[in-house]
């Protein structure tokens, strides 16, 4: 069984900063990838930042250049540093992990439970 906790969501000003932290625990043999998705009101979940085990990164034109994110292998956490923020960042953003759970499985997606980033103008 595998979870993951975020944190670091809130409430803060159009050109603010905000850290999110996403820890993954439970029965994890090895993590494939993270990464961060968001879902604004109406709108579909989009990704917004993703990195590999090998520390590949990828992110959406939206937050290029804005938003970077890291990982702490040890803790199994990744972390989303969000600067110069804008209100259309608004959205609950979501943690996502592909994570084997033992050897010779598969790898399975999971995801935690969201954490509300508020922007306001």
């Known amino acids: 069984q595998v979870q993951l906790v975020e944190s670091g969501g809130g409430l803060v000003q159009a050109g603010g900063s905000l850290r999110l932290s996403c820890a993954a625990s439970?029965?994890?043999?090895?993590?494939?990838?993270m990464g961060w998705y968001r879902q604004a009101p109406g709108k579909q979940r989009e990704l917004v930042a993703a990195?590999?085990?090998?520390?590949?990164?990828n992110y959406a034109d939206s937050v290029k250049g804005r938003f970077t994110i890291s990982t702490n292998n040890a803790k199994n956490t990744v972390y989303l540093q969000m600067s110069s923020l804008k209100p259309e960042d608004t959205a609950v953003y979501y943690c996502n992990a592909d994570i084997r759970t033992g050897l010779g499985l598969w790898s399975h997606d999971y995801w935690g439970q969201g954490t509300q980033v508020t922007v306001s103008s």
């Open positions: 990195i590999t085990s090998g520390g590949s990164t």
């Open positions: 439970g029965t994890i043999f090895s993590i494939n990838a």
